[in-house]
């Protein structure tokens, strides 16, 4: 057999449009991805925070956060159908400015948002709803050996398929029925305050109540985080150019949806001092109602969401690291693999440090923000590159979001992101250091990569 022919019979095989990947991914199944991937820590543990910036006026942020997803959902939803790729915001980037080093900062804020969401989801975890069951060791001390535990599954080799991820997606869905139906009940017997709903925290002039409202809206944008993952599985969908706008629309609205409805419910039941207090808000909305469901049940089946998220944003940040190695963006050494495991154990030890690091000195508050953050400077450079790449055409029809859509949701991505959101400096330095170690880690990679002469 001749090298060439070896090589062939090395390389993937490829379906006829070309991709190594089976397209396994039908419409139903993407659009419960796609909730799936967007329910989780968000909800369960950031809605106290949310409540401490606004005041009984919870509603407002999600619902702002609502309008904000769905016009960066436009864009997503333009760009994946024009170009079916799974590399997400990091493939727009470079299609529309052509500078590498730009690439290389969004992947790498993609992969640090990924870390701080596991981070956050693990001081969820070590919280209020672990301490239905015990509360005999230290948060920080239980956050880190979760973080832990996680990279010792991912290290073995976690297999996750769409189709368990549907199965976790209606456990994380059941406990916010739990609590809608708990909503329903109260309305109907009478229970609740409905005065709390038009309660503003913030007192004084104008530009106060603006900020805190923007700051809750930053802060609660962190619920709708996910959709944009859904882009990477473009190769694996059957007719994605069709396929991608149902999906990834259906998924935002519903969602957004329960969120609104769930804030108004705790609201309407627990004030929002006491959903504050709590790293378990909606734990307290399940002791405040009517219906008698046992407070333990419904903290296991938000733990099981926190792990959920933890595990997939882990998972998807070792791959990026992993991914990133293998391109030499980052030293090669990132993209090292156990040899009977096969899976990026360098990449996962980096990662999982660095997930250590964030639960060490911060909390669900700071990390859900400083996700959050991250993530809006990626989708207001994702809202850019639509109107950029309007100028390149593709030899197939695809769905064309209205340009005011892409222009709105930079700007509201960018405000979101600004200091007007009044976010603590702490998020800013948080952020700021991550992005520091990913461009020491490209500088070093440069480096090496010249003094061998591969540069």
């Known amino acids: 057999m001749s090298a060439t022919d070896r090589d062939a019979a090395a390389a993937p095989e490829r379906g ?62 333009e760009l994946v159908g024009k170009y079916p790729k799974a590399a997400g915001a990091a493939l727009y980037t470079q299609k529309a400015f052509q500078v590498p080093f730009l690439t290389f900062i969004v992947a790498f804020m993609v992969m640090c948002s990924g870390l701080s969401s596991a981070s956050a989801a693990a001081r969820a975890f070590s919280g209020d709803y672990l301490s239905e069951f015990t509360d005999f060791f230290p948060p920080t001390l239980i956050a880190i050996l979760f973080i832990l535990a996680l990279a010792a599954l991912n290290l073995r080799g976690v297999s996750e398929s769409v189709k368990t991820n549907v199965v976790l997606t209606v456990v994380e869905l059941t406990g916010l029925l739990v609590i809608l139906t708990i909503g329903a009940w109260a309305v109907l017997t009478g229970d609740g305050e409905p005065s709390r709903l038009g309660e503003f925290q913030a007192e004084g002039s104008g530009y106060a109540l603006l900020t805190s409202v923007l700051g809750a809206t930053a802060l609660g944008f962190f619920a709708f985080v996910g959709f944009e993952d859904s882009v990477n599985m473009a190769e694996e969908t059957k007719d994605p150019v069709r396929t991608f706008p149902r999906a990834i629309f259906i998924g935002v609205a519903v969602t957004g949806t329960i969120y609104v409805l769930v804030a108004l419910v705790s609201s309407l039941l627990v004030d929002y001092r006491v959903l504050e207090d709590s790293s378990g808000p909606l734990l307290e909305v399940v002791k405040a109602g009517g219906i008698d469901f046992p407070p333990k049940l419904f903290a296991l089946i938000a733990l099981f969401a926190v792990t959920n998220s933890a595990l997939i944003n882990i998972m998807m940040a070792s791959r990026l690291c992993y991914g990133m190695a293998n391109e030499r963006i980052l030293p090669r050494a990132l993209g090292r693999v156990l040899p009977r495991r096969r899976t990026p154990v360098v990449g996962i030890v980096f990662v999982s440090l660095l997930a250590i690091g964030l639960v060490s000195t911060g909390e669900i508050e700071g990390l859900g923000d400083t996700t959050a953050f991250l993530l809006l400077c990626v989708f207001a450079v994702v809202n850019i590159a639509v109107l950029v790449l309007r100028r390149d055409r593709v030899d197939h029809q695809h769905f064309r979001t209205p340009t005011a ?34 461009i020491g880690l490209w500088v070093l990679n440069k480096v090496v990569l010249k003094v061998r002469g591969e540069a």
């Open 16 to 77: 006829d449009d070309g991709t190594p990947l089976r397209r396994a991914i039908g419409p139903k199944l993407l659009i419960l991805f796609v909730i799936g991937d967007i329910l989780g820590t968000g909800i369960y543990a950031t809605t106290g925070q949310v409540a401490g910036k606004v005041g009984g006026a919870l509603w407002l942020p999600f619902v702002i956060g609502f309008v904000v997803a769905i016009l960066t959902a436009a864009s997503y939803v």
């Open 405 to 438: 859509l892409p222009v709105l949701g930079a700007i509201t991505a960018l405000i979101l992101a600004s200091p007007l959101s009044d976010r603590p400096a702490e998020v800013y330095i948080r952020a700021g250091v991550l992005v520091a170690i990913g």
